[in-house]
Antibody, heavy 118, light 106 residues
Framework: EVQLLESGGGLVQPGGSLRLSCVAS????????MSWVRQAPGKGLEWVSG????????FYADSVRGRFTISSDYSRNTLYLQMNSLRVEDTAVYYC???????????WGQGTLVTVSS | IVMTQSPATLSVSPGERATLSCRAS??????LAWYQQKPGQAPRLLIY???TRATGIPARFSGSGSGTEFTLTISSLQSEDFAVYYC?????????FGQGTRLEIK
């Protein structure tokens, strides 16, 4: 059974940093591209970042490029999102998601809430 | 690519058919997925490739369309189908989602 378990969310002040983690199980982690998708309170879904299988390439939404960094540790089956220079508008539930065909997402974690506020 | 869903809210009675629409601002070929999201839960993939049901998705869910116009049809609504539905294009990066259609009980 595929499972994705996020952690690392919390309350942080504007300009601060957080690192999110997503532990994957039930599939060969290194064989699949992975992604982060966020959802602001009461709003829709926004793709944030993605990384190809084996970590060869990373991609970012314009809204986070230069501030967020996605990475994978294949020895730990873990996806990360390092978030720096956080803004109030980064407040959201962050989901990690496994990529199926193209960049559709067939499995999602339960999400971790990031709140940026002073 | 901007994805526009209509209507924003759809009220349908259980047992009836629901038809949800999604339009892309430019062609996305068949690189279109549909997701269902219930309150407090993560999205669930229903359809990918515009018309292929994901693993474990009941046959009452069907997708159609290509290019810029897409439809999700739920043939006979069950109580568990009342939720928010999102379309997503993955033909071009950044992948983008529609704003969602809320399917509510009439």
């Amino acid at each position: 059974e595929v499972q994705l378990l996020e952690s690392g969310g919390g309350l942080v002040q504007p300009g601060g940093s957080l690192r999110l983690s997503c532990v994957a199980s039930g599939f060969t982690f290194s064989s699949y591209a992975m992604s982060w998708v966020r959802q602001a309170p009461g709003k829709g879904l926004e793709w944030v970042s993605g990384i190809t299988d084996s970590g060869s390439s990373a991609f970012y939404a314009d809204s986070v490029r230069g501030r967020f960094t996605i990475s994978s540790d294949y020895s730990r089956n873990t996806l990360y999102l390092q978030m720096n220079s956080l803004r109030v508008e980064d407040t959201a539930v962050y989901y990690c998601a496994k990529i199926l065909r193209g960049w559709s997402f067939d499995y999602w974690g339960q999400g971790t809430l990031v709140t940026v506020s002073s | 690519i901007v994805m526009t869903q209509s209507p924003a809210t759809l009220s349908v009675s259980p047992g009836e058919r629901a038809t949800l629409s999604c339009r892309a601002s430019q062609s996305v070929s068949s690189d279109l997925a549909w997701y269902q999201q219930k309150p407090g839960q993560a999205p669930r993939l229903l359809i990918y490739g515009a018309s292929t049901r994901a693993t474990g998705i009941p046959a009452r869910f069907s997708g159609s369309g290509s290019g810029t116009e897409f439809t999700l049809t739920i043939s006979s609504l069950q109580s568990e189908d009342f939720a928010v539905y999102y379309c997503q294009q993955y033909n071009n990066r950044p992948v983008t989602f529609g704003q969602g259609t809320r399917l509510e009980i009439k």
